[in-house]
């Protein structure tokens, strides 16, 4: 199974692991490492979460 990221989540990621690091070293690395895990989870069972419709 694959994922994608809206362009605008992307982005909004991205402002996240900068803000992180800027408060503390690392901090945005484990932020990142937080939501890689994640989203393994996710992909490993998908039928453990409800199906969200948009």
């Known amino acids: 199974m694959k994922y994608l990221f ?3 989540t992307e982005l909004e990621l991205n402002f996240s692991v ?7 070293t690392n901090l945005g690395s484990e932020f990142a490492y937080e939501v890689q895990q994640t989203i393994q989870r996710i992909l490993a069972f998908p ?3 409800q199906e969200r419709k948009i």
Do not use: V
């Open 47 to 49: 039928t453990a979460w």
């Open 18 to 24: 900068d803000y992180y690091e800027k408060c503390k």
């Open 6 to 8: 809206h362009p605008d």
